[in-house]
């Protein structure tokens, strides 16, 4: 009897021991992390609402129950707007919210993981990322430098941007002084354009003083809240320069590194959440504020004229080719992207295209 009674103690005892120790452990595995950010405070997509980087830090404490926390920076509370990647990178920051294409003069091979001039729309660039091989590129470019990143946001096509006069000719772009970042910028410099690249906040001015003859920014509903038809009544489409256009999570490395993968898996759901949520939300917002801007305020929106579309696309063939044969880390990433796009345009050619034209 008394054999029983020991041995059934010590099996209970046995039994219960290697539960109580992860729940301790789990109890001490917090965290308080700071995330920085390219634009100012109160933006729309970019810092509030929806998918946004403090959306994300809420998704990422609710669903840690509180073990991962995360402060949230709007561009100049902590550090200057464009000051993110430095931040990150010395481990001042553990996060900065931004756009890839921002780095351009530290990695040349970061602007893929933004947005590429008549590249992947916002399918194929998830389907890349997610699943094609290019989440795995991205991670072998930032680890040299002890950090990672993940798409966090998705604009969707974006517009091609707001001039003080018309264009209808390639002709039109000569000395033209242009807010536009990223890739497209080189395209248009080729076409003597005096590309500027300014951060959100600085457009509207710029725009409205004539520092800058145009501006591209993102969409009708992001670029009427800047107030962009007051400065300029030309609003030309296409999404050449940005057929999508994904927000970056930059995280340190050796941070990301101290996370459970509970935590880390908390973090990357978070972040996918968010890339589909705050495109869907652009998607719900553009068309109400586009008919807006059109109807009561003048402006004239129309598609750029097609022999300027094709200078475009023959000027962006060779600076993308010329960005790739300089840097070895660039023609791999260009080659990966490239490969795979030809492969998504087969079959948009049979799935998408076919619909869109039955819509005329």
């Known amino acids: 009897m008394e054999r029983r009674k020991f041995l059934k103690g010590g099996l209970v005892a046995a039994a219960v021991a290697p539960l109580a120790a992860p729940s301790i452990a789990r109890a001490a595995d917090t965290f308080s992390w700071k995330m920085t950010n390219a634009y100012g405070p109160g933006s729309p997509f970019y810092v509030e609402g929806p998918g946004s980087p403090t959306d994300f830090c809420k998704k990422v404490e609710a669903m840690s129950g509180g073990r991962l926390k995360i402060q949230h920076f709007a561009a100049g509370e902590l550090i200057p707007a464009m000051e993110g990647f430095d931040a990150v990178r010395s481990g001042t920051v553990e996060m900065n919210a931004a756009n890839a294409y921002f780095w351009a003069g530290k990695i040349p091979a970061a602007q893929y993981f933004t947005t590429v001039p008549f590249g992947l729309n916002f399918q194929g660039m998830n389907a890349w990322l997610y699943h094609g091989g290019g989440q795995a590129l991205w991670d072998e470019l930032y680890a040299p430098l002890g950090m990672k990143a993940l798409p966090m946001g998705n604009t969707g096509v974006q517009m091609t941007g707001w001039f ?3 264009i209808r000719s390639v002709d039109d772009f000569n000395n033209l002084k242009m807010r536009i970042p ?3 910028g080189k395209v248009y410099s ?8 300014l951060p959100g906040g600085e457009i509207f001015p710029a725009l409205e003083r004539g520092v800058i003859d145009a501006a591209e920014f993102v969409g009708p509903y992001q670029d009427r809240r800047l107030g962009l038809q007051n400065a300029a009544k030309y609003y030309y489409t296409t999404g050449w320069h940005e057929p999508s256009n994904a927000t970056e999570l930059l ?11 509970d935590l880390q898996a908390i973090v990357s759901s978070a972040a996918m959440a968010c890339n589909l949520e705050s495109h869907t939300w652009c998607e719900a917002n553009n068309a109400a504020a586009m008919v807006d801007l059109v109807e009561n305020f003048d402006v004239k929106a129309d598609v750029l004229p097609k022999e300027v579309v094709a200078k475009l696309k023959e000027v962006t063939d060779q600076v993308l080719a010329d960005g790739a044969a300089a840097d070895p880390a660039t023609k791999k990433v260009h080659d990966a992207f490239f490969a795979f796009k030809k ?6 050619s049979i799935s998408e295209k076919p619909y869109h034209n039955l819509l005329g």
Do not use: F, M, S
């Open 190 to 197: 080729e076409l003597g354009v005096d590309v500027k690249l």
């Open 182 to 184: 990223g890739l497209a």
């Open 343 to 348: 492969e998504h345009d087969l079959w948009a």
């Open 164 to 166: 003080r006069n018309p």
């Open 251 to 261: 995280i340190n490395k050796a941070a990301w590194d101290t996370l459970p993968a």
